[in-house]
Protein backbone atom coordinates (compact mmCIF):
# COMPACT_ATOMS: atom_id res chain seq x y z
CA UNK A 1 0.00 0.00 0.00
CA UNK A 2 1.17 3.29 -0.84
CA UNK A 3 2.56 6.04 1.70
CA UNK A 4 -0.17 8.03 3.83
CA UNK A 5 1.44 10.90 5.16
CA UNK A 6 -2.27 12.19 5.51
CA UNK A 7 -2.90 9.58 8.22
CA UNK A 8 -2.72 11.12 11.79
CA UNK A 9 -1.49 8.41 13.83
CA UNK A 10 -1.83 7.92 17.68
CA UNK A 11 1.22 5.63 18.91
CA UNK A 12 -0.74 4.60 22.48
CA UNK A 13 1.84 3.11 24.86
CA UNK A 14 0.28 1.20 27.15
CA UNK A 15 -0.04 -2.42 26.99
CA UNK A 16 -3.37 -3.58 26.03
CA UNK A 17 -4.51 -6.98 26.81
CA UNK A 18 -6.57 -8.72 23.94
CA UNK A 19 -9.03 -11.08 24.87
CA UNK A 20 -7.22 -13.16 22.66
CA UNK A 21 -4.81 -13.82 25.59
CA UNK A 22 -1.57 -11.49 24.09
CA UNK A 23 -0.65 -8.48 25.00
CA UNK A 24 -0.05 -5.23 22.42
CA UNK A 25 1.51 -2.11 23.13
CA UNK A 26 3.56 1.00 21.52
CA UNK A 27 1.09 0.18 18.60
CA UNK A 28 -0.12 2.75 15.95
CA UNK A 29 -3.97 3.94 16.35
CA UNK A 30 -5.03 6.06 13.08
CA UNK A 31 -7.61 8.64 13.62
CA UNK A 32 -9.06 12.06 12.23
CA UNK A 33 -10.90 14.59 13.67
CA UNK A 34 -13.36 16.86 12.43
CA UNK A 35 -14.66 20.54 14.10
CA UNK A 36 -13.29 22.09 17.48
CA UNK A 37 -12.96 21.08 21.32
CA UNK A 38 -14.81 23.39 23.30
CA UNK A 39 -12.85 25.06 25.96
CA UNK A 40 -15.40 22.75 28.92
CA UNK A 41 -14.01 19.75 26.50
CA UNK A 42 -17.78 18.71 26.56
CA UNK A 43 -18.73 18.91 23.22
CA UNK A 44 -16.88 15.24 21.62
CA UNK A 45 -18.50 12.61 19.27
CA UNK A 46 -16.90 9.51 19.33
CA UNK A 47 -17.55 7.49 15.94
CA UNK A 48 -17.44 4.37 15.37
CA UNK A 49 -17.32 2.85 11.81
CA UNK A 50 -18.36 -0.42 10.77
CA UNK A 51 -16.68 -3.12 9.11
CA UNK A 52 -15.23 -1.75 5.68
CA UNK A 53 -15.44 2.10 7.05
CA UNK A 54 -12.66 3.94 8.27
CA UNK A 55 -11.63 7.39 10.06
CA UNK A 56 -12.17 9.57 7.50
CA UNK A 57 -16.12 10.09 8.24
CA UNK A 58 -16.78 12.65 6.04
CA UNK A 59 -15.20 15.22 3.54
CA UNK A 60 -13.10 14.11 0.71
CA UNK A 61 -11.13 10.91 1.82
CA UNK A 62 -7.49 11.20 1.53
CA UNK A 63 -6.71 8.06 0.50
CA UNK A 64 -9.53 6.73 -1.57
CA UNK A 65 -10.64 10.63 -2.91
CA UNK A 66 -14.46 9.55 -2.29
CA UNK A 67 -16.80 11.29 0.08
CA UNK A 68 -16.11 9.82 3.39
CA UNK A 69 -18.70 7.04 4.44
CA UNK A 70 -20.98 8.88 6.92
CA UNK A 71 -20.96 12.88 4.54
CA UNK A 72 -24.85 12.32 4.39
CA UNK A 73 -24.65 12.29 8.47
CA UNK A 74 -21.64 14.30 9.71
CA UNK A 75 -20.31 17.92 8.89
CA UNK A 76 -21.56 21.44 9.45
CA UNK A 77 -25.17 21.78 9.95
CA UNK A 78 -25.35 18.00 9.17
CA UNK A 79 -27.06 15.53 11.74
CA UNK A 80 -24.07 15.15 14.08
CA UNK A 81 -22.99 18.86 13.44
CA UNK A 82 -19.42 19.23 13.04
CA UNK A 83 -20.03 23.13 13.80
CA UNK A 84 -21.19 22.46 17.36
CA UNK A 85 -19.34 18.69 18.29
CA UNK A 86 -15.78 17.71 17.62
CA UNK A 87 -16.27 14.65 16.12
CA UNK A 88 -13.44 11.94 16.79
CA UNK A 89 -13.12 8.49 14.79
CA UNK A 90 -10.66 6.20 14.83
CA UNK A 91 -9.59 3.25 12.55
CA UNK A 92 -10.11 0.12 14.27
CA UNK A 93 -7.39 -2.33 15.17
CA UNK A 94 -7.14 -5.00 12.56
CA UNK A 95 -8.23 -2.18 9.89
CA UNK A 96 -6.20 -1.56 7.34
CA UNK A 97 -6.10 2.51 7.35
CA UNK A 98 -2.97 2.92 9.61
CA UNK A 99 -4.32 1.37 12.88
CA UNK A 100 -2.28 -1.78 13.76
CA UNK A 101 -3.43 -4.49 11.95
CA UNK A 102 -2.32 -7.87 9.67
CA UNK A 103 -0.84 -5.87 6.77
CA UNK A 104 1.82 -4.43 9.45
CA UNK A 105 5.22 -5.86 10.25
CA UNK A 106 6.28 -7.59 13.12
CA UNK A 107 8.69 -5.76 15.20
CA UNK A 108 10.64 -8.80 15.74
CA UNK A 109 10.41 -10.59 12.70
CA UNK A 110 10.21 -7.88 9.94
CA UNK A 111 7.55 -9.59 8.20
CA UNK A 112 4.38 -8.31 8.06
CA UNK A 113 1.84 -10.32 10.32
CA UNK A 114 -0.60 -11.35 8.13
CA UNK A 115 -2.56 -14.43 9.61
CA UNK A 116 -0.49 -14.33 12.54
CA UNK A 117 -1.56 -11.17 13.34
CA UNK A 118 -3.53 -11.68 17.24
CA UNK A 119 -7.45 -12.25 16.82
CA UNK A 120 -8.79 -8.95 17.85
CA UNK A 121 -12.15 -8.84 19.05
CA UNK A 122 -14.69 -5.78 19.71
CA UNK A 123 -14.12 -5.72 22.79
CA UNK A 124 -10.19 -5.12 21.90
CA UNK A 125 -11.32 -2.33 19.69
CA UNK A 126 -13.08 -0.20 21.91
CA UNK A 127 -10.43 -0.41 24.46
CA UNK A 128 -8.15 0.47 22.30
CA UNK A 129 -10.23 3.80 20.84
CA UNK A 130 -10.89 4.81 24.81
CA UNK A 131 -6.88 6.12 24.93
CA UNK A 132 -7.95 8.80 22.33
CA UNK A 133 -9.66 10.37 25.59
CA UNK A 134 -6.83 10.76 27.52
CA UNK A 135 -4.83 12.25 24.08
CA UNK A 136 -7.23 14.91 23.85
CA UNK A 137 -7.76 14.88 27.60
CA UNK A 138 -11.47 14.41 27.27
CA UNK A 139 -13.02 13.49 30.56
CA UNK A 140 -16.37 12.42 29.21
CA UNK A 141 -17.69 12.18 25.37
CA UNK A 142 -20.95 13.60 24.69
CA UNK A 143 -21.76 10.66 22.49
CA UNK A 144 -20.86 7.32 21.17
CA UNK A 145 -22.06 6.87 17.87
CA UNK A 146 -22.20 3.94 15.31
CA UNK A 147 -24.07 1.66 12.88
CA UNK A 148 -23.67 -2.19 12.21
CA UNK A 149 -20.32 -2.96 13.80
CA UNK A 150 -19.91 0.76 14.87
CA UNK A 151 -23.04 0.65 17.10
CA UNK A 152 -21.72 -3.17 18.75
CA UNK A 153 -18.53 -1.04 19.39
CA UNK A 154 -20.85 1.74 21.39
CA UNK A 155 -22.88 -0.76 23.07
CA UNK A 156 -19.33 -2.71 24.31
CA UNK A 157 -17.83 1.44 25.20
CA UNK A 158 -20.86 2.30 27.12
CA UNK A 159 -20.40 -1.01 29.08
CA UNK A 160 -16.81 -1.24 29.54
CA UNK A 161 -16.99 2.64 30.54
CA UNK A 162 -20.14 3.45 31.87
CA UNK A 163 -19.03 7.03 33.42
CA UNK A 164 -17.41 8.28 29.87
CA UNK A 165 -20.62 9.06 27.25
CA UNK A 166 -23.25 11.14 28.10
CA UNK A 167 -25.98 9.71 25.24
CA UNK A 168 -25.16 6.74 23.19
CA UNK A 169 -26.33 6.02 19.98
CA UNK A 170 -26.27 2.35 18.44
CA UNK A 171 -27.61 2.15 15.32
CA UNK A 172 -28.95 -1.13 13.16
CA UNK A 173 -26.86 -3.23 15.43
CA UNK A 174 -27.18 -6.22 17.92
CA UNK A 175 -25.46 -7.12 20.96
CA UNK A 176 -25.35 -10.77 19.48
CA UNK A 177 -23.85 -11.83 16.52
CA UNK A 178 -26.77 -14.36 14.75
CA UNK A 179 -26.06 -17.34 13.11
CA UNK A 180 -26.92 -16.27 9.99
CA UNK A 181 -24.89 -13.29 10.57
CA UNK A 182 -21.69 -15.25 10.90
CA UNK A 183 -22.73 -17.50 8.08
CA UNK A 184 -22.28 -14.43 5.60
CA UNK A 185 -19.37 -13.47 7.20
CA UNK A 186 -17.79 -16.83 6.95
CA UNK A 187 -18.58 -16.97 3.47
CA UNK A 188 -16.73 -13.98 3.12
CA UNK A 189 -13.85 -15.39 4.55
CA UNK A 190 -14.29 -18.70 2.40
CA UNK A 191 -14.15 -16.73 -0.68
CA UNK A 192 -10.59 -14.85 0.49
CA UNK A 193 -9.24 -18.22 1.64
CA UNK A 194 -10.54 -19.88 -1.44
CA UNK A 195 -8.77 -17.60 -3.51
CA UNK A 196 -5.40 -19.43 -4.54
CA UNK A 197 -3.33 -15.51 -4.28
CA UNK A 198 -3.70 -15.65 -0.74
CA UNK A 199 -1.31 -17.79 -0.30
CA UNK A 200 -2.09 -18.45 3.33
CA UNK A 201 -2.23 -14.78 4.17
CA UNK A 202 1.49 -14.04 2.86
CA UNK A 203 0.16 -12.63 0.00
CA UNK A 204 2.30 -9.60 0.92
CA UNK A 205 5.12 -10.97 0.85
CA UNK A 206 4.62 -12.63 -2.43
CA UNK A 207 3.54 -9.55 -4.53
CA UNK A 208 0.29 -10.77 -4.87
CA UNK A 209 -3.60 -9.81 -4.35
CA UNK A 210 -6.41 -11.82 -3.27
CA UNK A 211 -8.12 -9.60 -5.46
CA UNK A 212 -10.71 -11.82 -6.73
CA UNK A 213 -11.65 -13.27 -3.22
CA UNK A 214 -12.06 -10.06 -1.23
CA UNK A 215 -14.24 -9.13 -4.37
CA UNK A 216 -16.60 -11.79 -3.70
CA UNK A 217 -16.80 -11.14 -0.47
CA UNK A 218 -17.53 -8.04 -1.06
CA UNK A 219 -20.24 -8.74 -3.23
CA UNK A 220 -21.84 -11.23 -1.37
CA UNK A 221 -22.00 -8.69 1.34
CA UNK A 222 -23.07 -6.32 -0.64
CA UNK A 223 -26.30 -8.11 -0.97
CA UNK A 224 -26.91 -8.19 2.86
CA UNK A 225 -26.91 -4.33 3.04
CA UNK A 226 -29.63 -4.11 0.69
CA UNK A 227 -33.60 -5.15 0.60
CA UNK A 228 -34.93 -6.91 -2.35
CA UNK A 229 -37.45 -4.24 -3.01
CA UNK A 230 -34.78 -2.21 -3.37
CA UNK A 231 -32.62 -4.08 -5.48
CA UNK A 232 -36.05 -5.21 -7.19
CA UNK A 233 -36.97 -1.02 -7.97
CA UNK A 234 -33.53 -0.04 -8.80
CA UNK A 235 -32.22 -2.88 -10.55
CA UNK A 236 -35.18 -5.38 -11.64
CA UNK A 237 -34.25 -7.40 -14.75
CA UNK A 238 -32.58 -4.76 -16.80
CA UNK A 239 -29.85 -5.47 -18.76
CA UNK A 240 -26.47 -3.93 -18.81
CA UNK A 241 -25.63 -1.95 -22.15
CA UNK A 242 -27.46 -4.45 -24.37
CA UNK A 243 -30.84 -4.99 -25.97
CA UNK A 244 -31.14 -8.71 -25.33
CA UNK A 245 -29.55 -11.30 -23.64
CA UNK A 246 -26.14 -12.98 -24.67
CA UNK A 247 -26.40 -16.22 -23.84
CA UNK A 248 -22.89 -16.55 -22.00
CA UNK A 249 -21.83 -15.78 -18.66
CA UNK A 250 -21.03 -11.98 -18.98
CA UNK A 251 -22.88 -9.43 -16.75
CA UNK A 252 -26.03 -9.59 -18.95
CA UNK A 253 -28.14 -8.16 -15.78
CA UNK A 254 -27.07 -4.69 -14.63
CA UNK A 255 -27.63 -5.93 -11.01
CA UNK A 256 -24.30 -8.18 -11.76
CA UNK A 257 -22.09 -5.20 -13.69
CA UNK A 258 -23.57 -3.67 -10.08
CA UNK A 259 -22.10 -6.37 -7.93
CA UNK A 260 -19.18 -6.20 -9.61
CA UNK A 261 -18.52 -2.92 -9.82
CA UNK A 262 -18.27 -2.79 -6.30
CA UNK A 263 -16.33 -5.70 -5.57
CA UNK A 264 -13.25 -4.32 -8.28
CA UNK A 265 -13.34 -0.75 -6.14
CA UNK A 266 -13.44 -2.58 -2.68
CA UNK A 267 -10.05 -4.44 -3.65
CA UNK A 268 -8.34 -1.20 -3.97
CA UNK A 269 -9.45 0.24 -0.62
CA UNK A 270 -9.62 -2.51 1.76
CA UNK A 271 -6.62 -5.51 2.93
CA UNK A 272 -8.18 -9.07 2.95
CA UNK A 273 -6.32 -9.92 5.68
CA UNK A 274 -8.31 -7.37 7.59
CA UNK A 275 -11.30 -8.48 6.55
CA UNK A 276 -10.74 -11.60 7.50
CA UNK A 277 -10.03 -9.95 11.41
CA UNK A 278 -12.47 -7.32 11.60
CA UNK A 279 -15.16 -10.39 10.55
CA UNK A 280 -14.25 -12.49 12.71
CA UNK A 281 -14.72 -10.00 15.98
CA UNK A 282 -18.26 -9.30 14.86
CA UNK A 283 -18.77 -12.91 14.93
CA UNK A 284 -17.29 -13.46 18.46
CA UNK A 285 -19.06 -10.75 19.63
CA UNK A 286 -21.44 -11.45 21.56
CA UNK A 287 -22.16 -9.22 24.71
CA UNK A 288 -25.55 -11.26 25.73
CA UNK A 289 -22.80 -14.13 26.97
CA UNK A 290 -20.21 -11.81 28.25
CA UNK A 291 -22.61 -11.19 30.32
CA UNK A 292 -23.97 -14.63 31.65
CA UNK A 293 -27.34 -14.48 29.30
CA UNK A 294 -28.49 -11.39 30.53
CA UNK A 295 -27.94 -8.21 28.65
CA UNK A 296 -29.04 -5.47 31.15
CA UNK A 297 -26.11 -6.35 33.10
CA UNK A 298 -24.09 -5.07 30.36
CA UNK A 299 -25.61 -1.56 31.50
CA UNK A 300 -26.07 -1.69 35.19
CA UNK A 301 -23.64 0.30 35.83
CA UNK A 302 -24.45 3.58 33.44
CA UNK A 303 -26.43 6.36 33.43
CA UNK A 304 -26.21 7.10 29.52
CA UNK A 305 -28.62 7.95 27.59
CA UNK A 306 -29.56 6.16 24.97
CA UNK A 307 -31.28 6.14 21.47
CA UNK A 308 -31.85 3.48 19.34
CA UNK A 309 -32.90 3.07 15.54
CA UNK A 310 -33.89 0.36 13.54
CA UNK A 311 -34.67 0.28 9.86
CA UNK A 312 -37.84 -1.54 8.44
CA UNK A 313 -36.17 -3.40 5.35
CA UNK A 314 -33.10 -4.19 7.51
CA UNK A 315 -32.72 -7.84 7.04
CA UNK A 316 -29.01 -8.25 8.91
CA UNK A 317 -29.60 -6.35 11.45
CA UNK A 318 -33.38 -6.59 12.10
CA UNK A 319 -35.74 -4.44 14.24
CA UNK A 320 -36.16 -6.92 17.05
CA UNK A 321 -32.38 -7.41 17.45
CA UNK A 322 -32.19 -3.69 18.09
CA UNK A 323 -35.67 -3.64 20.32
CA UNK A 324 -33.87 -6.32 22.56
CA UNK A 325 -31.29 -3.90 23.85
CA UNK A 326 -33.79 -1.52 24.46
CA UNK A 327 -35.89 -4.26 26.47
CA UNK A 328 -32.94 -5.52 27.91
CA UNK A 329 -32.07 -0.68 29.04
CA UNK A 330 -36.25 -0.78 29.96
CA UNK A 331 -35.75 -3.67 32.23
CA UNK A 332 -33.14 -1.87 34.63
CA UNK A 333 -34.73 1.73 34.40
CA UNK A 334 -32.16 3.30 31.69
CA UNK A 335 -32.78 5.96 30.04
CA UNK A 336 -33.85 4.67 26.42
CA UNK A 337 -35.48 5.88 23.65
CA UNK A 338 -36.07 4.08 20.62
CA UNK A 339 -37.59 4.59 16.80
CA UNK A 340 -37.80 2.22 13.92
CA UNK A 341 -37.24 4.26 10.37
CA UNK A 342 -39.12 3.40 7.65
CA UNK A 343 -37.03 2.79 4.73
CA UNK A 344 -36.43 0.44 1.72
CA UNK A 345 -32.69 0.65 1.31
CA UNK A 346 -32.15 -1.67 3.85
CA UNK A 347 -28.87 -2.34 6.33
CA UNK A 348 -27.16 0.34 4.59
CA UNK A 349 -29.90 3.26 5.26
CA UNK A 350 -27.83 4.52 8.32
CA UNK A 351 -25.05 5.15 5.51
CA UNK A 352 -27.57 6.97 3.03
CA UNK A 353 -29.72 9.74 2.82
CA UNK A 354 -33.08 8.43 4.94
CA UNK A 355 -34.51 12.03 5.82
CA UNK A 356 -36.35 10.51 8.80
CA UNK A 357 -33.12 8.52 10.27
CA UNK A 358 -31.01 11.64 9.81
CA UNK A 359 -33.47 14.14 11.35
CA UNK A 360 -34.34 11.89 14.19
CA UNK A 361 -30.54 12.07 14.53
CA UNK A 362 -29.89 15.56 14.54
CA UNK A 363 -32.90 16.12 16.94
CA UNK A 364 -31.85 13.65 19.85
CA UNK A 365 -28.14 15.00 19.92
CA UNK A 366 -28.87 18.42 19.46
CA UNK A 367 -31.60 18.40 21.97
CA UNK A 368 -29.39 16.46 24.42
CA UNK A 369 -26.48 18.59 23.73
CA UNK A 370 -28.81 21.28 25.20
CA UNK A 371 -30.39 19.81 27.78
CA UNK A 372 -26.92 18.32 29.46
CA UNK A 373 -25.19 22.25 29.18
CA UNK A 374 -28.92 23.41 30.99
CA UNK A 375 -27.40 20.62 33.82
CA UNK A 376 -24.27 22.19 33.77
CA UNK B 1 -53.51 21.16 25.02
CA UNK B 2 -56.38 19.51 25.94
CA UNK B 3 -58.35 20.59 29.09
CA UNK B 4 -57.75 17.45 31.02
CA UNK B 5 -53.44 17.89 31.07
CA UNK B 6 -53.94 20.01 34.50
CA UNK B 7 -55.92 18.18 36.25
CA UNK B 8 -53.86 15.42 35.53
CA UNK B 9 -50.60 17.51 36.41
CA UNK B 10 -52.14 17.76 39.63
CA UNK B 11 -52.72 14.42 40.54
CA UNK B 12 -48.95 13.92 39.76
CA UNK B 13 -46.61 14.51 42.64
CA UNK B 14 -43.80 16.25 42.03
CA UNK B 15 -40.65 14.91 41.30
CA UNK B 16 -41.75 11.50 40.83
CA UNK B 17 -41.14 9.26 37.16
CA UNK B 18 -43.94 8.45 34.86
CA UNK B 19 -44.74 6.78 31.93
CA UNK B 20 -46.98 8.51 29.15
CA UNK B 21 -48.51 5.26 27.36
CA UNK B 22 -49.78 6.26 23.71
CA UNK B 23 -48.17 9.49 24.32
CA UNK B 24 -49.08 10.89 21.20
CA UNK B 25 -46.93 13.91 20.43
CA UNK B 26 -45.58 14.66 23.69
CA UNK B 27 -47.85 17.63 24.94
CA UNK B 28 -48.53 16.12 28.42
CA UNK B 29 -45.18 14.89 28.38
CA UNK B 30 -43.61 18.57 27.64
CA UNK B 31 -46.25 19.69 30.36
CA UNK B 32 -45.39 17.52 33.27
CA UNK B 33 -41.88 17.64 32.67
CA UNK B 34 -42.06 21.54 32.77
CA UNK B 35 -44.77 22.05 35.69
CA UNK B 36 -44.10 19.05 37.90
CA UNK B 37 -40.01 18.11 37.22
CA UNK B 38 -40.91 14.67 36.49
CA UNK B 39 -38.85 11.83 34.88
CA UNK B 40 -40.99 10.60 32.24
CA UNK B 41 -41.16 8.45 29.32
CA UNK B 42 -43.12 7.77 26.64
CA UNK B 43 -44.57 4.77 24.54
CA UNK B 44 -46.09 5.53 21.30
CA UNK B 45 -47.04 3.64 18.37
CA UNK B 46 -47.12 6.32 15.63
CA UNK B 47 -43.46 6.78 13.84
CA UNK B 48 -44.56 10.22 13.11
CA UNK B 49 -45.40 11.24 16.29
CA UNK B 50 -42.27 9.68 18.07
CA UNK B 51 -40.19 11.83 15.85
CA UNK B 52 -42.13 14.85 17.05
CA UNK B 53 -41.33 13.91 20.44
CA UNK B 54 -37.69 13.37 19.79
CA UNK B 55 -37.67 16.80 18.23
CA UNK B 56 -39.23 17.92 21.56
CA UNK B 57 -36.49 16.42 23.03
CA UNK B 58 -38.52 13.74 25.08
CA UNK B 59 -37.08 10.22 25.66
CA UNK B 60 -39.83 7.72 24.14
CA UNK B 61 -39.96 4.28 22.36
CA UNK B 62 -42.02 3.84 19.59
CA UNK B 63 -43.98 0.38 20.47
CA UNK B 64 -47.78 -0.86 21.61
CA UNK B 65 -48.92 -0.76 24.82
CA UNK B 66 -49.90 -4.05 24.37
CA UNK B 67 -47.04 -5.78 23.71
CA UNK B 68 -44.93 -3.52 25.10
CA UNK B 69 -45.03 -2.73 28.55
CA UNK B 70 -44.00 -6.12 29.27
CA UNK B 71 -40.66 -5.27 29.26
CA UNK B 72 -40.90 -3.05 32.29
CA UNK B 73 -39.89 -4.63 35.26
CA UNK B 74 -42.85 -4.12 38.00
CA UNK B 75 -43.12 -0.58 39.84
CA UNK B 76 -40.71 1.07 37.75
CA UNK B 77 -42.52 3.64 37.27
CA UNK B 78 -44.60 6.30 40.42
CA UNK B 79 -47.23 6.92 37.87
CA UNK B 80 -48.34 5.14 34.73
CA UNK B 81 -50.23 7.94 32.59
CA UNK B 82 -53.44 6.43 29.80
CA UNK B 83 -54.73 9.30 28.03
CA UNK B 84 -58.18 8.47 26.21
CA UNK B 85 -57.05 5.02 24.33
CA UNK B 86 -58.08 2.34 26.69
CA UNK B 87 -60.84 1.53 24.17
CA UNK B 88 -59.05 0.90 21.43
CA UNK B 89 -57.25 -2.08 23.23
CA UNK B 90 -58.31 -5.18 22.15
CA UNK B 91 -58.27 -6.08 24.97
CA UNK B 92 -58.35 -3.79 28.13
CA UNK B 93 -58.36 -5.90 31.05
CA UNK B 94 -54.63 -6.79 30.47
CA UNK B 95 -53.53 -3.61 29.58
CA UNK B 96 -55.54 -2.26 32.79
CA UNK B 97 -53.07 -5.16 34.84
CA UNK B 98 -50.25 -4.04 33.24
CA UNK B 99 -50.66 -0.13 34.02
CA UNK B 100 -50.82 -1.56 37.32
CA UNK B 101 -47.69 -3.53 37.44
CA UNK B 102 -45.35 -1.51 35.37
CA UNK B 103 -46.89 2.09 37.62
CA UNK B 104 -47.41 2.00 41.32
CA UNK B 105 -49.88 4.01 40.18
CA UNK B 106 -52.01 4.63 37.06
CA UNK B 107 -54.03 7.25 35.46
CA UNK B 108 -56.68 6.54 33.01
CA UNK B 109 -58.64 8.63 31.19
CA UNK B 110 -61.91 7.74 29.06
CA UNK B 111 -63.95 9.05 26.75
CA UNK B 112 -67.64 8.81 28.86
CA UNK B 113 -69.80 7.15 26.05
CA UNK B 114 -72.29 7.66 28.63
CA UNK B 115 -72.76 11.60 27.91
CA UNK B 116 -75.84 12.70 27.27
CA UNK B 117 -75.40 13.74 23.75
CA UNK B 118 -73.87 10.27 23.25
CA UNK B 119 -77.02 8.64 24.25
CA UNK B 120 -79.40 11.70 22.65
CA UNK B 121 -77.60 10.82 19.28
CA UNK B 122 -78.37 7.26 19.71
CA UNK B 123 -81.59 7.28 20.70
CA UNK B 124 -83.23 10.28 17.72
CA UNK B 125 -80.76 9.19 14.81
CA UNK B 126 -80.82 5.37 15.31
CA UNK B 127 -77.18 5.07 14.19
CA UNK B 128 -73.92 4.92 16.35
CA UNK B 129 -72.94 8.23 18.15
CA UNK B 130 -70.34 10.88 15.93
CA UNK B 131 -69.61 13.80 18.39
CA UNK B 132 -66.72 16.28 18.17
CA UNK B 133 -64.88 13.95 20.65
CA UNK B 134 -66.11 10.50 19.16
CA UNK B 135 -65.49 11.57 15.24
CA UNK B 136 -65.39 8.30 13.60
CA UNK B 137 -68.00 5.67 11.65
CA UNK B 138 -68.43 2.66 13.71
CA UNK B 139 -66.76 0.75 10.54
CA UNK B 140 -63.49 2.97 10.47
CA UNK B 141 -63.39 3.77 14.53
CA UNK B 142 -60.10 3.09 16.79
CA UNK B 143 -62.61 2.83 19.66
CA UNK B 144 -63.21 -0.94 19.63
CA UNK B 145 -63.93 -0.92 23.63
CA UNK B 146 -66.40 2.34 24.01
CA UNK B 147 -66.80 2.50 27.73
CA UNK B 148 -68.85 4.94 30.55
CA UNK B 149 -67.85 6.15 33.66
CA UNK B 150 -70.31 3.88 35.27
CA UNK B 151 -68.52 0.48 33.19
CA UNK B 152 -65.36 1.73 34.38
CA UNK B 153 -66.50 1.66 38.23
CA UNK B 154 -68.26 -1.60 37.97
CA UNK B 155 -64.79 -2.54 35.86
CA UNK B 156 -62.67 -1.88 38.83
CA UNK B 157 -65.08 -4.09 40.73
CA UNK B 158 -64.64 -7.07 38.62
CA UNK B 159 -60.90 -6.90 38.41
CA UNK B 160 -60.38 -5.81 41.57
CA UNK B 161 -58.26 -2.73 41.14
CA UNK B 162 -58.81 0.12 43.78
CA UNK B 163 -60.08 4.22 42.38
CA UNK B 164 -58.66 6.25 44.92
CA UNK B 165 -59.60 9.73 43.22
CA UNK B 166 -62.57 9.78 40.38
CA UNK B 167 -63.08 12.72 38.48
CA UNK B 168 -65.61 14.00 35.63
CA UNK B 169 -65.00 17.13 33.29
CA UNK B 170 -68.00 18.56 32.56
CA UNK B 171 -67.50 21.91 30.23
CA UNK B 172 -63.65 22.58 31.42
CA UNK B 173 -64.89 22.37 34.90
CA UNK B 174 -63.64 19.47 37.03
CA UNK B 175 -65.81 17.79 40.03
CA UNK B 176 -65.00 14.53 41.57
CA UNK B 177 -67.09 11.22 41.04
CA UNK B 178 -68.97 10.04 44.31
CA UNK B 179 -71.51 7.18 44.42
CA UNK B 180 -74.21 9.72 45.39
CA UNK B 181 -73.70 12.01 42.20
CA UNK B 182 -72.64 9.19 39.77
CA UNK B 183 -75.26 9.72 37.62
CA UNK B 184 -75.54 12.70 36.72
CA UNK B 185 -71.64 12.98 36.03
CA UNK B 186 -71.98 9.47 34.11
CA UNK B 187 -74.97 11.82 32.25
CA UNK B 188 -72.95 14.75 32.01
CA UNK B 189 -69.49 14.36 32.08
CA UNK B 190 -67.63 13.81 28.70
CA UNK B 191 -64.48 12.58 29.92
CA UNK B 192 -63.86 10.58 32.99
CA UNK B 193 -60.21 11.06 34.64
CA UNK B 194 -59.48 8.20 37.25
CA UNK B 195 -56.64 7.23 39.51
CA UNK B 196 -56.55 4.06 40.38
CA UNK B 197 -53.71 1.56 42.29
CA UNK B 198 -53.48 -2.41 42.77
CA UNK B 199 -56.02 -3.66 45.96
Known amino acids: MNIRENIKTLIIEKPLKLDCGQTISKFPLAYETYGKLNENKDNAILVFHALTGDQFVTGVNPITKKDGWWSYAVGPKKSIDTDKYFVICANVIGGCMGSFGPSHKNPETKKIYGTDFPVITINDMVNAQVNLLDFFNIKKLFSVVGGSMGGMQVLQFVSNFPDKAKTAVPIACTSSHSAQNIAFNELGRQAITADHNWMDGKYNSKNTLPDKGLAVARMAAHITYLSKKGLQEKFGRKLQERDDLKFGFDADFQIESYLRYQGSVFVDRFDANSYLYITRAMDYFDLVKQFNGNLSNAFKKTKTKFFIMSFTSDWLYPTQENKDIVIALNAIGANVGFVEIESDKGHDSFLLEVPDFLNALKNFLDKSFLESNDES | ?199
Open chain 2, 1 to 199: MKAEYNFIANIIEKNSTVLDVGCDDGTLMEFLRKNKNVNIRGIEISKEKVQICIAKGLTVIEGNAELDLKQFPKNSFDYVVLGQTLQAFINPEIVIKELLRVGKKAIVTIPNFGNWKVRLDLLFKGTMPITSSLPHEWYNTPNIHMCTIKDFVRFSETINFKIVKSLALINKNISNISKSNIFVKNLFGELGIFLIENK
